[in-house]
């Protein structure tokens, strides 16, 4: 039996008098596409927010690859390999793109204070390698042109794109998307899903909140939906569509 | 004195305020942290140079305690203080600078009080006030050297991009896997180590110290230079304390050739509040902007993109 990637039982998180998220239990396997979907303020980014660390949760438990990640920082997240691409961009906007790219990647030897002095040679041929990384996934994204520009002179979009282009960077073993879709074309957005179909082969796992629906349910395996904190339905995209109660949730419709 | 030994004078002083300014500059200019309290390891690197060399000790071995005690002091304020936002930090450390002072002020048996004490120069007087400025500038522009080198060097790495990535915004940078407080605890101590070592260097220059050297202004003025030269550049830091010094003792040695209606001394805080409003309003970068991050690898892509582009558009 392979276990799951990501178990999430029970978890509650309320702030003030409001749960926020509550009660929540869901399960994200290996090289899986997972969408969560749900109306503005149902708990989807908080939830991201807990699986970071970002939020410490009230209750519940939080296992990655089996081990309890609930009390860790979100550096110590990182490292075991979750890594997200946030909803607002939150960007190094006086560093380079490329800069911006180079901060996320993995294992990287001269971000220690002694190997940045005196081990030069080390980190330097490593980061050789991860330009060329950095510059294939710019590419993909169409920002290779801009890589040694500042991030803060990008538009709005392309914000957006680098900040999921960070995320791939960052070779994840689950990457939480907070709608990545947003406020970029239509065509570049598939493109974007597609490109994530062919690293979900490689084994990496997508946990995506999207509201662009169209794009989403055609590339998910399977769909959560949230609302009010809870997980009210889950199912493959194609029941989920047909399920009334998804209707009645997101859409407002009876 | 003639105003040749008054020119190397402001020279030393701009070495070692130089070697406050990348300090700061590292700290502030590159991690982010508003270290207000500057002046405390200052004064941390001024006693324990006067104090060890009073003893006995032989200056080399007394200019690395001065920095390695001021790093310590510089770690254990970090620990507790790191955990504060922004604005508590600057005054959390601002206050552990007016404590150092007024426990060297009141501690008599430590190191004179108020009164002070002497320090024995490293250079002793050999008939010439002259050379006795030229030999501090040497000692003074090698330790300003190997600082600049030291920043230059860790601030044009992954670690600085790090380091920088965390002054951006540290929410992402954590996120990223970057451990925000190892990286602002070591940027704090190596930032106090040179400030330390920079006080050492003042104490044996002026071959005293006292509680008076050791106020708050001196912050503010590391502040003005690192402000007006350009936070996160190495070299602009360093304009900014030649602007800085030269104005200040600049003023203070003009008056004793030029008659002037005030006393410039008195002046010179408003003058100060001045530039600092002026270089916020028309440079709020500095006089120098931001250097972006070198490194070798970093150059060879740049290269190779520019010859690209130029074979495209032939």
Redesign the interface.
Known sequence: MQEELLRIKEVSKHFGGVYAVNGVSLDINHGGIYGLVGPNGSGKTTLFNII?G?HKPDQGEICFKGKRINNL???QI??LGI??S?QLP???????V??NM???A?G??????F???FL?GR??NQ??E??KEA?EILELVELAQW??SPAGELSGGQRKLLEVA?GLM?KPTLLLLDEPAAGINPVLGKKIFQRLKDFSHNGIAFFIVEHRLEILFDFATWIYVMDKGRIVIDGEPQAITDNPTFYAIYLGEE | MGPLIYSCDIIVYIGIFGIVCLSLNLEYGFAGLANFGKVAFFLTGAYTYALLSQIGLPFYLCLIASALISAIFGLLVSLPALRLRADYLAIAVLAFGEILRLIMKSEKWLAGGDWGMAVSPIFPYMGSYLLYRLENIGLVFLCLFLCFL?VQ??TN??????M??IR??E??????????SRFKA?AFM?GSAMAGLAGGLYAQYLQYVLPGMFMPMVTFTVWIMVLLGGP?NNWGVLLGATLVEIFDRGTNIVKDYIALPVDPSNLQYILFGALIIFVLLFRPRGLLK?S??R????R???NA?RAVKNKGSQ
């Open positions: 970071l970002l920082a979100p550096h990182y490292e890594v997200n946030f939150r960007l190094f906007y006086d560093l380079s490329l800069d180079l901060v996320a993995r990287q030897q001269g971000d220690r204070l190997n940045s002095l030069r980190w330097q980061e050789k991860l330009i510059l890589a040694f960070r960052a | 030291v060097l860790l790495s992954p670690y600085g991009r790090a920088r990535a951006e915004d929410v992402a940078a954590e996120a990223l896997g970057k451990d925000r070591q190596l996160a931001e972006a991050i490194t070798k690898a970093l060879l892509a740049h993109r």
